[in-house]
């Protein structure tokens, strides 16, 4: 009998939100809960699983690790994409990596939150209440009126843009491949270019893929470009924007206040600046969490176990 592990399992949710009894008699599954940093402590929890389920990039497997797993064969990640695996490293050595699903919907969901948390000052009303503090400390942000500059207008982009011209807001939408007739059938407008975008916009929202063109995509220039009282929101990947440029902003005080979903190291460092600064709104990544969502993951990982066992593996990545 095979062996599969779900690697960080943080919710300890797998198990209960996929029938993993289909594989039973063939593969013996269970979970890890906590994230294991450490890379030798990773070999040794895991170096006996032929089978590996992962979530997105919360584990990286490079070259260096996958050799590291001689018995491993197959490799089944969250989602379609997943840079954190060195997919040409798994078929050199005769592993399969199959994905998932993954529904757009949350990360928006979660985008607006973000935004909305920090037009309206939501976390420090929240403590002040809590704890006694003062009734009303704040005056919030309008969004209905204000501009939206939303970079990277694919699947997650285009519902963001969506519902803030629900808002009542100016959208306007950039990247480096976008032309105007996919801003107009998307109702935005196209930005002349990402510095118009950032100069015009109160809220710049980042649904880029990270890729060679987008590494560093914003640095300190571009965000010395942003209004002052502009907000930032990333829930796509950190190193699209320059961290270091990052935190002097909002230190500095270059713009209001970022909201942020994810970083270059997670979990989040516990020296990390972020988790001080008070003009930040964090969170552990959850753009992708969602019950439904899960339900996907899991679910297919079971069907792309035994599509692998049956001998034709679906939804292959290499």
Request: neutral net charge; glycine residues 8%; aromatic residues 4%.
């Amino acid at each position: 009998m095979r062996t599969c592990l779900i690697l960080d399992d943080y919710q300890q949710a797998a198990l209960t939100l996929a029938d993993w009894g289909r594989l039973s008699g063939q593969v013996a599954v269970s979970a890890l809960s906590d994230h294991i940093a450490d890379r030798e402590a990773l070999i040794a929890r895991i170096e006996q699983a032929e089978i590996l389920v992962i979530m997105r990039e919360r584990t990286p497997f490079p070259a260096a690790l996958l050799e590291r797993l001689p018995r491993l064969e197959l490799l089944v990640t969250s989602g379609m994409r997943n840079l954190a695996i060195d997919t040409a490293a798994a078929k050199a050595r005769g592993i399969t990596v199959c994905g998932t699903d993954s529904s757009p919907t949350p990360p928006t969901e979660l985008t607006w939150a973000l935004i909305l948390g920090l037009a309206r000052q939501l976390p420090l009303e929240h403590q002040n209440l809590r704890t006694g503090g003062p009734w009303q400390s704040t005056v919030g942000t309008d969004l209905a009126g204000a501009t939206l500059g939303v970079l990277g207008l694919g699947k997650i982009g285009s519902r963001v843009a969506e519902i803030g011209r629900a808002f009542g807001m100016r959208v306007i939408a950039w990247s480096p491949n976008l032309d105007d007739g996919r801003a107009a059938a998307a109702g935005v407008e196209r930005a002349a270019s990402k510095e118009a975008l950032l100069e015009a916009s109160d809220v710049v929202t980042i649904h880029l893929v990270l890729g060679d063109r987008t590494r560093g995509l914003l640095g300190e220039a571009d965000l010395r470009r942003m209004r002052r009282d502009a907000i930032l929101v990333n829930t796509s990947r950190a190193p699209i924007v320059d961290q270091a440029a990052l935190v002097r902003a909002l230190t500095e005080g270059w713009i209001a206040g970022a909201g942020l979903d994810v970083f270059e190291t997670e979990p989040l460092p516990p020296d990390s600046p972020f988790r001080r600064l008070p003009n930040v709104l964090a969170l552990p990544h959850l753009g992708y969490v969602s019950r439904n969502n899960y339900r996907t993951f899991f679910t297919q990982a079971v069907e792309d176990i035994e599509a692998w066992l049956a001998g034709s593996p679906i939804r292959m990545l290499a």
